[in-house]
Structure formats: C-alpha cells, structure tokens
C-alpha cells in the first residue's frame, strides 16, 4: 500500500508564505508525476500544480507567478512553495502522484490524505 504523506498547511495571513511537502515511499520502483490539487468547499478538486518527470512544470493561472512546485528525486518528494497568499487560496491541498511500485506492476493513481491551507486576517 502506497501512502503520500503531506505536511505543511496551516493558517496565515493574506500576503503570507506556506509550504507544502508531500513524501511517496523510496522503496518503489517509479514517478511518472507529481502534483498538488486543492478543493475549497462546494468546488471540485482542481489542479493547482504539476511536475511530471522529465517534463515541464503546469501552472494553474490562478497561482502563476506566486506559487513554485520543485521535486527531490532522491527523496521522492514533492514540495509547494506559496508565497503572496490570497484569501482564495483557502482549501484543502492534495499531492498525487502517479507510481508504477514494481516492474510488475501498472502505474497507479495515489493520493495523500489532504492538508488544510487557510488564509485569512
């Protein structure tokens, strides 16, 4: 059983930084992607940002320019840092991941458990 384990939320004020960590298990044989999504409740689940490997980053454009997503390969890590924080970014924040865990194995869709990012005065 694969689990992606999130840290990082929490309560800031408007203008303010937070950063995410998201960590997969190193005993795996493959990261195809890495990702954050955000639900805000009575919205769906959105893409905020992705990495995959060897690929370009994506951007959703309500975070360009404010929020960069960076992966640690060795670790099997994946962070979101985000800075000039907007009351609209309140939500829940998901890491994906897509992970093939053995040779054997198709690659699957995992999700951690969720961590909750507020802003507000």
């Known amino acids: 059983q694969v689990q992606l384990v999130e840290s990082g939320g929490g309560l800031v004020q408007p203008g303010g930084s937070l950063r995410l960590s998201c960590a997969a298990p190193?005993?795996?044989?493959?990261?195809?992607?890495m990702g954050w999504y955000r639900q805000a409740p009575g919205n769906a689940r959105e893409l905020v940002a992705a990495?995959?490997?060897?690929?370009?980053?994506n951007y959703a454009d309500s975070v360009k320019g404010r929020f960069t997503i960076s992966r640690d390969n060795a670790k099997n890590m994946v962070y979101l840092q985000m800075n000039s924080l907007k009351p609209e970014d309140t939500a829940v924040y998901y890491c994906?991941?897509?992970?093939?865990?053995?040779?054997?194995?198709?690659?699957?869709?995992?999700w951690g458990q969720g961590t909750q990012v507020t802003v507000s005065s």
């Open positions: 990495m995959p490997t060897g690929g370009s980053t």
């Open positions: 190193t005993s795996i044989f493959r990261i195809d992607y």
């Open positions: 994906n991941a897509r992970i093939k865990t053995s040779i054997f194995r198709p690659i699957d869709d995992y």
